[in-house]
């Protein structure tokens, strides 16, 4: 019988994550949803372990590493669900994590996404970076959460123990509905990987559907799985996709200057990176980025007149009008809840 929800955990290399936290979701997902793991042509034992020790998995074998967003584009073709659900192999779920997010999304057709409160594996009281209790954007582009702002990750005490609209969820624990999935073309396969999630929710909130977060669901995530924090492919695909998104999707009047702004901030935080930090890999990836986005810049005019022409609302509340850098580093606001 047919599943209203499929699971899908997009694998490369990944036999570890798999055996240890595969085991929780099959264990407290199995009779709501299917599970399916889809094999960005993995060269570890990942296949041998899932056919032998979970062989309730479907198995979705694509033929190379697609990465990120085209590996899950091409395994959830294949997939027939009302909700997909994307969930990162370094994931534990917890008793009942699916049915808040999935009652939710039946009894509100307006929305679009949604993601579980995110906390940390490695200290559960604490949230994850990766998209803790939901994510927003300032003004620059700049990412935040609930949870989390730059680097300071808060102690979960309850204090976002509410539901609430953001502007994206994270890829780590994405629900979203298979018709509005399609409905935007999918994760947008040129970003290989990263900021990939956050230009799909809000090319859907420019549609005018909703995000939200459902905190009465939580996992735990490992996070950080296949790049370390500071390695400059990481640092190169952050910078080049954050600014292509931004292209793709600020409104007409708000392009240039806030593109004017990034250049500047985007330079300074290279310059940063080497003097400070002695980082001169993630100073160069920087340069590249910034290079790397002048010289495909083009291949997404098509894309922003489609994204722009079908903007239901100039003026989107998840996107706050402030700039993250003031708040945190002038300010000294370093929470989601000192933030204006």
């Given at each position: 019988?047919r599943?209203?929800v499929?699971?899908?955990i997009?694998n490369?290399n990944?036999?570890?994550?798999?055996?240890k936290?595969?085991?929780?979701?099959?264990q407290?997902?199995?009779?709501?949803?299917?599970?399916?793991?889809?094999?960005?042509?993995?060269t570890?034992?990942?296949?041998?372990?899932l056919?032998?020790?979970?062989?309730?998995?479907r198995l979705i074998?694509?033929?190379?590493?697609w990465?990120?967003?085209?590996?899950?584009?091409?395994a959830?073709?294949?997939?027939?669900?009302?909700?997909y659900?994307l969930?990162?192999?370094?994931?534990?779920?917890?008793?009942?994590?699916?049915?808040?997010?999935?009652?939710?999304?039946?009894?509100?057709?307006?929305?679009a996404a949604?993601?579980?409160?995110l906390?940390?594996?490695?200290d559960?009281d604490?949230?994850?970076?990766?998209?803790?209790?939901?994510?927003?954007?300032?003004?620059?582009?700049?990412p935040?959460?609930?949870?989390?702002?730059?680097?300071?990750?808060?102690?979960?005490n309850?204090?976002?123990?509410?539901?609430t609209?953001i502007?994206?969820a994270?890829g780590a624990a994405?629900?979203i509905?298979?018709?509005d999935?399609w409905d935007v073309?999918g994760?947008?396969?040129?970003?290989?990987?990263h900021?990939?999630?956050?230009?799909?929710?809000?090319?859907?909130?420019?549609r005018?559907?909703?995000?939200?977060?459902?905190?009465?669901?939580?996992?735990?995530?490992?996070g950080g799985?296949t790049?370390?924090k500071?390695?400059p492919?990481?640092?190169f695909?952050n910078?080049?996709?954050?600014?292509?998104?931004?292209?793709k999707?600020?409104?007409d009047?708000?392009?240039?200057?806030?593109?004017?702004w990034?250049?500047?901030?985007?330079?300074?935080a290279a310059?940063e990176?080497?003097?400070l930090k002695?980082?001169?890999?993630d100073?160069?990836?920087?340069?590249?980025?910034?290079r790397a986005?002048?010289?495909w810049r083009?291949?997404?005019e098509a894309?922003?007149?489609?994204?722009?022409?079908?903007?239901?609302?100039k003026?989107?509340?998840?996107?706050?009008?402030?700039?993250?850098l003031w708040?945190?580093?002038?300010?000294?606001r370093k929470?989601?809840?000192?933030?204006?």
């Amino acid at each position: 019988m047919r599943k209203k929800v499929a699971i899908v955990i997009l694998n490369w290399n990944g036999r570890e994550m798999l055996a240890k936290y595969l085991p929780s979701v099959l264990q407290y997902s199995r009779d709501e949803a299917t599970v399916y793991v889809a094999d960005n042509a993995s060269t570890d034992d990942s296949l041998s372990l899932l056919r032998e020790h979970f062989p309730e998995v479907r198995l979705i074998m694509l033929e190379k590493n697609w990465g990120f967003a085209e590996g899950y584009n091409q395994a959830l073709r294949q997939i027939d669900s009302e909700y997909y659900l994307l969930l990162n192999s370094d994931i534990e779920v917890t008793h009942h994590w699916l049915e808040p997010m999935t009652e939710y999304m039946d009894a509100h057709p307006e929305v679009a996404a949604c993601q579980p409160k995110l906390l940390s594996v490695s200290d559960k009281d604490r949230f994850e970076y990766a998209g803790a209790s939901g994510g927003f954007l300032d003004r620059l582009g700049y990412p935040f959460c609930r949870g989390r702002v730059f680097d300071t990750v808060e102690l979960d005490n309850g204090q976002y123990d509410y539901q609430t609209e953001i502007l994206w969820a994270t890829g780590a624990a994405l629900m979203i509905r298979s018709k509005d999935y399609w409905d935007v073309k999918g994760l947008d396969a040129r970003f290989f990987a990263h900021n990939e999630e956050i230009d799909l929710c809000w090319r859907l909130r420019i549609r005018g559907r909703k995000i939200v977060c459902i905190p009465e669901s939580y996992v735990y995530h490992v996070g950080g799985g296949t790049l370390p924090k500071s390695n400059p492919m990481k640092t190169f695909l952050n910078f080049r996709n954050n600014l292509t998104m931004l292209y793709k999707c600020l409104p007409d009047e708000e392009l240039k200057p806030v593109m004017r702004w990034r250049w500047w901030l985007d330079y300074l935080a290279a310059w940063e990176m080497l003097i400070l930090k002695r980082n001169v890999g993630d100073f160069k990836a920087v340069y590249r980025a910034r290079r790397a986005f002048k010289c495909w810049r083009k291949d997404f005019e098509a894309d922003r007149r489609e994204i722009q022409s079908s903007r239901q609302a100039k003026i989107i509340p998840e996107r706050r009008s402030f700039s993250l850098l003031w708040q945190y580093y002038v300010k000294g606001r370093k929470t989601f809840a000192q933030l204006p």
